[in-house]
């Protein structure tokens, strides 16, 4: 049940979240959707919207936490490094 795709910059690759484990989940795979390999597993809240850097080497996503009104959600931005799948939060 993939959700929001975005292709990297070479085109061969796909960045998605999904829900398939209980939560959301930021996945990376072949173009041809083999090779899936979960990338960001948030403790708490949803991983949502990835974007590939232009070098293709890291994804920034959305890390919305809080209640079901937006009002009372909070959002922060984080970027995972694809390779080493280490994480980084780069807004307050």
Do not use: Y
């Not at 999904?18 to 959707?33: K, Q």
């Not at 899936?36 to 890390?63: C, N, Y």
């Not at 995972?80 to 280490?86: H, M, Q, Y």
């Amino acid at each position: 049940n993939g959700m929001h795709p975005t292709w990297s910059p070479d085109g061969l690759q796909l960045a998605f979240m999904t829900w398939r484990n209980g939560r959301t989940e930021i996945f990376v795979s072949n173009a041809n959707g083999s090779g899936q390999e979960l990338l960001v597993q948030m403790p708490t809240g949803d991983a949502v919207d990835p974007r590939w850097s232009p070098k293709g080497d890291q994804i920034a996503f959305v890390h919305v936490t809080g209640g079901g009104e937006a009002s009372s959600q909070q959002r922060k931005i984080f970027v995972v490094d694809v390779k080493s799948k280490r994480l980084s939060r780069v807004s307050r």
